[in-house]
């Protein structure tokens, strides 16, 4: 269980917690990120299939803060691809602050029956 962290220091970078779901044909990655679109975001495939998601939560102008709690900055967070998962297929979307992150799983290779029958005269 992750500890409560102390308040947000001047510079402290926010961390991106992921949520992972196995289904049957895809696995779903979530990752609430608050206040953030799509073009504050970069998600990437690296050739050794390790999925980065990245981005930068900017910390507004203002004035007379007596408590900052909120996270700002750069982030980034790593997940390596199973070996079940289809890299080709990846999908991203962001709906109401929740980044989902859809990765198709390889389906199986169907099994051939290469072997023939031989006619006997």
């Known amino acids: 269980q992750q500890q409560p962290s102390a308040p947000a220091a001047e510079g402290y970078a926010p961390e991106l917690s992921l949520d992972l779901v196995d289904n049957e044909n895809f696995y779903l990655v979530y990752a609430d990120v608050p206040g953030l679109s799509k073009a504050d975001l970069t998600i990437r495939l690296s050739k050794d299939r390790v999925l980065t998601v990245s981005g930068d939560r900017k910390q507004p102008v203002e004035d007379g803060y007596k408590q900052k709690e ?52």
Not at 79 to 84: V, Y
Not at 98 to 103: A, H, S
Request: hydrophobic letters at 35%; glycine letters at 6%; proline letters at 12%.
């Open 70 to 121: 909120r996270k700002f900055g750069p982030f980034e967070r790593k997940w390596p691809l199973p070996e079940d998962a289809d890299s080709d297929g990846i999908s991203a979307k962001v709906f109401e602050g929740v980044l989902t992150i859809t990765v198709p799983k390889k389906q199986p290779e169907p099994v051939v029956d290469d072997s023939q029958d031989i006619f006997i005269s």
